[in-house]
């Protein structure tokens, strides 16, 4: 069976960015020396730069959500907004906030995301 599967996002370290823009959005294919080389990637995919991401050779991509549910995000209760409560205190000058959203995430199905170990 086939899943029919793409690519939509490009999932980077920060230090990848410049590379990760220059090989999507230039109009050229920049691997070629003639310029009039059309770039097959051009507007492909979505950049997505994570500083989370610690290892600056790996990159990632990952389906739209439309076509397989690859993340899962749930909320408390339903609550995907965050609480506000707010305390008067006489140890600030002023107000607390108190702000807080209860979710979880967890990776629902592996065929939607690739990792690339990279060079």
């Excluded at 939509?8 to 050229?28: G, R, V, W």
């Amino acid at each position: 069976m086939t899943l029919n599967l793409y690519p939509s996002f490009l999932i980077i370290p920060p230090e990848l960015e410049t590379l990760a823009n220059q090989l999507l959005k230039s109009t050229a294919d920049i691997s070629q020396a003639n310029p009039a080389v059309i770039n097959p990637f051009q507007g492909s995919l979505t950049v997505v730069v994570d500083p989370e991401l610690t290892d600056t050779k790996a990159w990632y991509l990952a389906s739209s959500p439309g076509l397989v549910d690859t993340i899962e995000v749930a909320f408390l209760g339903g609550q995907d907004s965050p609480v506000l409560e707010q305390t008067d205190t006489r140890n600030v000058d002023g107000r607390e906030w108190l702000v807080r959203l209860d979710f979880g995430v967890k990776a629902w199905d592996y065929r939607g995301l690739y990792k690339n170990p990279g060079a």
